[in-house]
């Protein structure tokens, strides 16, 4: 059904939902031994995030900071807010993959009929990357989120 998308590399970073960012931070950085890259403030999207890491693997943690997360165009079904409403605490929201090209696989991605949820071309991730989101909750049970190297 689906074809191989060769411009899709490594995992980037695990999303996940939380309802406290600050005690998401302590559980994961003493259970886990994670260790925090950064932390900021999303006021655009009306989210707090903090990037955690351990070896390779890095994850981001997103707290809504009011009921209106990420209340832009199609992706304010799937906003922060909602998710943990649906889910009743915190859990995977998204994964991030990397890509060389991003024009290129959302192309793959929307031929497969995999649903672009991001509805601006110009989105950027924490960091500047240029990034795009899918709806492959069907699929995988958590959105997909294209990010571009840069």
Known sequence: MFKEITEIGKIDHIGIAVTDLATSINHYSNLLNFNL??????IDHDIKIAFLK???TSIELLQPITSQSFETGLLKEFTIHNFILKNK???IHHFCMQTNNLDKTTQNL???GIEK???NENW??????PISFFNTLKIFGFLLEIKEKI
């Not at 890259?37 to 999303?42: C, V, W």
């Not at 950027?124 to 990357?129: A, R």
């Open 37 to 42: 890259i950064n932390e900021k403030s999303i």
């Open 54 to 56: 351990k070896f390779e």
């Open 124 to 129: 950027q991730g924490s960091d500047g990357s």
């Open 89 to 91: 605490n915190s859990g």
């Open 117 to 119: 949820i991001s509805d």
């Open 110 to 112: 929307s031929e497969m």
